[in-house]
Nanobody, 123 residues
Framework: QVQLVESGGGLVQAGGSLRLSCAAS????????MGWFRQAPGKGREFVAY????????YYADSVKGRFTISRDNAKNTVYLRMSSLKSEDTGVYYC????????????????WGQGTQVTVSS
């Protein structure tokens, strides 16, 4: 069973940038599809981005397309989310997810989750 630990969150001004990291242990990262989701206060968890096992394909929510970039380093067992041109509506807890068999924009499609890291964008 893979364990996921997110880091890199914090407080940033609108227009700024952050890079989130998700460190995986207990499994070989290259065996897993990896994703990022977020949850704003009082709202449900929503899809942000995912990346295939070999980094061959990425997929983004329309709300972050062109501003966020997901990447992975299988040798380091780490997945990243580079966020730029941040907006107040990007505020929330960001969660890393993994699954060995599929990648999906649906929350229910993922088997493993991290505990999340808080991102707050001030306007």
């Amino acid at each position: 069973q893979v364990q996921l630990v997110e880091s890199g969150g914090g407080l940033v001004q609108a227009g700024g940038s952050l890079r989130l990291s998700c460190a995986a242990s207990g499994g070989t990262l290259s065996y897993y599809y990896m994703g990022w989701f977020r949850q704003a206060p009082g709202k449900g968890r929503e899809f942000v981005a995912y990346i295939t096992k070999d980094s061959g394909s990425t997929y983004y929510a329309d709300s972050v397309k062109g501003r966020f970039t997901i990447s992975r380093d299988n040798a380091k067992n780490t997945v990243y989310l580079r966020m730029s041109s941040l907006k107040s509506e990007d505020t929330g807890v960001y969660y890393c997810s993994s699954d060995p068999t599929l990648a999906s924009a649906a929350v229910t499609g993922w088997t493993y989750w991290g505990q999340g890291t808080q991102v707050t964008v001030s306007s």
